[in-house]
C-alpha cells in the first residue's frame, strides 16, 4: 500500500512536467514554424495555449506532419 501512495505523486509529477514541456514546445513550434498567411497560426496557437497538453498532442499528431509533408522535410 505505501509503494502506491509514493508511487501516483511520482507519476502525476512526471506527467506534469512532461505535459508542460510538450506544450512549450508545441508553442515555440508554431509561432516559429507556421506560414503567417491567414489566421491559421494564431488560430493554432490558441487552441494549444487554452486546452494546454491536450491541444498541443493534437497540433503534434495532426497539424505538424502535415506542416512538414508540405515544407518536404
Not at 506544450?23 to 486546452?51: H, P, R, Y
Request: charged share 15%.
Amino acid at each position: 500500500m505505501s509503494a502506491i501512495v509514493l508511487l501516483l505523486p511520482l507519476l502525476c509529477l512526471v506527467f506534469g512536467i512532461g505535459g508542460t514541456v510538450l506544450w512549450i514546445w508545441m508553442i515555440v513550434d508554431c509561432a516559429t514554424q507556421e506560414k503567417s498567411e491567414g489566421n491559421e497560426k494564431l488560430i493554432w496557437i490558441l487552441i494549444i495555449v487554452l486546452t494546454h497538453w491536450i491541444g498541443a498532442l493534437i497540433y503534434l499528431l495532426v497539424r505538424r506532419p502535415k506542416r512538414m509533408q508540405e515544407l518536404g522535410r
